[in-house]
């Protein structure tokens, strides 16, 4: 502000400077008797009066309108910084990458065959809930996409809970599990259902415990696995179950196998969808090869806000705003804060968001292209034919950035995440 003030003040010195002199020189110059000399001089002065008030008038607003470098919240930072500006325009243009066969395992935890199958007849086991009637696969339905089809679970004497229930199926391959991201480990997610009062209800982990030990087999079942007659612990437990649930792997969808190389794996429609993908902005948050921003290869941040545009129907419609998620916790107001889920296997998890209240798949697209990348989605097809091209050693794929999207769009998008998708074959236990 100083330096404003030390310019105008400069400037007024010399305008004042310059009217003497030109008004003087004017009035000699022009012949008029003394009263039109006095009104020349006035006419002249007013001129520079004026210049002088829009002078000041440009300097105090470009003051009050300067960037001072304000300080965001944490989800108002991420909009600004994610949502409008990388939404817009995709720059993620690094080589797409396939899924492993096998995830990464922690430290001194070998997939051990009795471990695994240990962990298998824990994750169908319905004796640890309160009223023996739920386990954890009652919610995670392997031969249906490893959910349950529900908007939201019912555990315990048919109580619900608020949220739908995610696909356990490559989970482990994520950093973050739960919708709002807040376990950090397989076995720290295996816990939770044990004693939440709506799922399996158990009142504490000493419950659970004493529940494994009266169930037939199990002692010697841990002892095998273990080493230990006094091996049935919550640690141990919720480890079988981990490491049952690491063995849960799709990794030869279409995609993966296009992206290791066989041309064919992927239609027109789907590498249509792929390239859509990638130039709107999808690709931003859910990361190859995981398809999540939480996923252990290429992590991106974990949570995102959602919806970050919250000025269409949808967002009502569908109550997207009525659980916040992590933000409920940090955040007075705003939109929700979530961990990004994977879209692998997406096509088979219907119905979609956290509260599953979107039974379609393309109608969640149409969602998020408005409601999360801010786009304009119009009823008709598309007579536009992009030129994408694959570079098969780059692992790379022409991005497609219409201004608007399409119902063929839509369509593509959707064809793309059902090459994410294993087609059902595949998808049952893999320990016998």
């Not at 396939?98 to 997939?111: E, F, G, N």
């Not at 919550?234 to 981990?242: C, D, H, L, R, V």
């Not at 919250?310 to 929700?336: C, I, K, T």
Request: with cysteine; net charge neutral; glycine share 10%.
């Amino acid at each position: 502000m100083s330096n404003i003030l030390f310019i105008m003040t400069i400037g007024a010195c010399l305008g004042g400077i310059a009217l003497y002199l030109i008004s003087g020189n004017l009035v000699r110059q022009s012949g008029l008797n003394a009263p039109g000399k006095i009104l020349l001089t006035a006419a002249i002065g007013l001129g520079v009066i004026a210049v002088s008030i829009k002078v000041l008038l440009v300097g105090y607003l470009m003051e009050k309108t300067r960037d001072h470098h304000p300080q965001l919240r944490p989800a108002e930072r991420s909009i600004g910084r994610e949502n409008h500006g990388a939404y817009a325009k995709s720059a993620i243009t690094s080589p797409w990458l396939a899924l492993p066969v096998t995830p990464s395992l922690p430290p001194d935890t070998p997939l051990q065959p009795d471990l695994v199958k240990l962990g298998k007849r824990l994750f169908n086991e319905k004796g640890l809930s309160l009223n023996g009637d739920v386990a954890c696969s009652s919610c995670h339905i392997l031969g249906n996409g490893g959910d349950d089809d529900s908007m939201v679970s019912t555990g315990i004497f048919d109580l619900r809970g608020t949220r739908n229930a995610p696909t356990v199926w490559n989970a482990a391959f994520l950093s973050r599990l739960f919708w709002d991201g807040r376990a950090t480990s397989l076995e720290d997610q295996a816990k939770g259902p044990f004693i939440n009062p709506v799922e399996m209800g158990m009142p504490t982990v000493t419950a659970v415990e004493e529940a494994v030990r009266s169930l037939p087999g199990y002692a010697a079942d841990f002892e095998q696995a273990f080493g230990s007659p006094h091996a049935i612990t919550i640690e141990n437990i919720t480890s079988a179950i981990a490491s049952y649930e690491r063995t849960l792997i799709v990794p030869d969808t279409a995609y993966d196998r296009f992206v290791r190389g066989e041309a064919g794996a992927l239609t027109p429609q789907q590498m249509r969808g792929m390239a859509l993908f990638a130039g709107i902005g999808c690709r931003n948050c859910h990361r190859d090869p995981t398809f999540s921003a939480a996923g252990k290869i290429k992590a991106a941040g974990v949570w995102k806000p959602f919806p970050a545009f919250s000025n269409n129907s949808y967002v009502q419609e569908y109550n997207l705003m009525d659980d916040r998620g992590r933000a409920d916790s940090q955040l007075a107001s705003g939109p929700g804060l979530w961990r990004v889920p994977s879209l692998r296997n997406v096509a088979n998890t219907a119905p979609y968001f956290h509260n599953g209240s979107v039974d379609k798949l393309e109608k969640a697209i149409t969602i998020m292209a408005i409601t999360q990348l801010g786009k304009k989605v119009v009823a008709g097809n598309t007579s536009e034919m992009p030129v994408i091209t694959w570079e098969p050693d780059a692992r790379k794929l022409s991005p497609y950035r219409p201004r608007v999207l399409t119902r063929d769009d839509i369509k593509a998008l959707a064809a793309f995440l059902g090459s994410l998708s294993d087609a059902g074959d595949t998808m049952s236990a893999p320990v016998q």
